[in-house]
């Protein structure tokens, strides 16, 4: 499944509201930063935010570095929405209707996935957030306290996730990510394998606002070269 490891170097992002406790700088209990997911989950609906993504390859030391905005909406329980607008390269990258697209405005170029069978490895990443409660969660990962930390200035809480899915883990290993005293993610950390990871911060984040279903469609022009990620 070459094209996940591409997807997921695209994105990176599929954990961005995980936890949205509103928790303490102080290291809580893992039960309370878990009640706490749970009554978030019950009111998300959507968020966007800006975002900046490292891509880094260990054996060659090289970082691969993206930013631009994603937009998240969840349509019902167990279907959510994703749009993700990086620049420098310019893409747009669309989640949803169980598949995924990718577009280059520069080289006019689209390639899309459908999920198919492999829909469940990306659901396994879905719910890490998006208004999944902690019942899920443990279900699906073992989940320990990372303690206290400061991201740009802002105190956070570090809580880490490892697959119990053995397809999940050959994939990723286990993904950090740290919550702000406000609830958000402010930043995230998928590792890989290898020494490989991929590091996402965000900032600006809105919850819950107003978003049309069109903000989320990829319109593709005439003209453009189809293929399938690789």
């Not at 598949?99 to 080289?107: A, D, W």
């Not at 050959?170 to 490989?196: M, N, P, Y």
């Not at 590091?199 to 453009?224: Q, W």
Request: net charge positive.
């Amino acid at each position: 499944m070459t094209w996940f490891r591409t997807l997921f170097v695209l994105i990176g992002t599929l954990g961005l509201l995980s936890v949205s406790l509103g928790m303490p700088a102080a290291d809580p209990p893992l039960d309370a930063v878990l009640a706490r997911l749970d009554q978030a989950a019950i009111n998300f609906k959507g968020l966007t935010a800006d975002i900046r993504k490292v891509a880094h390859t260990d054996v060659v030391n090289v970082d691969d570095l993206a930013s631009g905005t994603i937009v998240v909406k969840r349509v019902k329980p167990h279907d959510t929405r994703i749009r993700i607008d990086l620049t420098d390269p310019q893409q747009i990258v669309t989640i949803g209707g169980g598949k995924v697209q990718v577009f280059k405005p520069k080289t006019n170029e689209a390639q899309e996935v459908e999920l198919g069978k492999n829909r469940g490895v990306v659901d396994q990443f879905m719910l890490l957030g998006f208004g999944s409660n902690s019942g899920e969660i443990r279900n699906a990962y073992t989940v320990t306290l990372g303690g206290a930390d400061s991201i740009n200035g802002e105190k956070t809480t570090r809580i880490i996730l490892v697959p119990k899915d053995p397809e999940i883990l050959a994939r990723v290993k286990k993904c950090e990510l740290w919550i702000s005293d406000k609830g958000w993610t402010v930043q995230q950390k998928f590792h890989t394998g290898g020494g490989d990871y991929v590091l996402s911060t965000y900032s600006g984040m809105k919850l819950n606002p107003i978003i049309a279903d069109k903000e989320l469609k990829l319109e593709l022009p005439r003209g453009v070269k189809f293929g399938k990620l690789k």
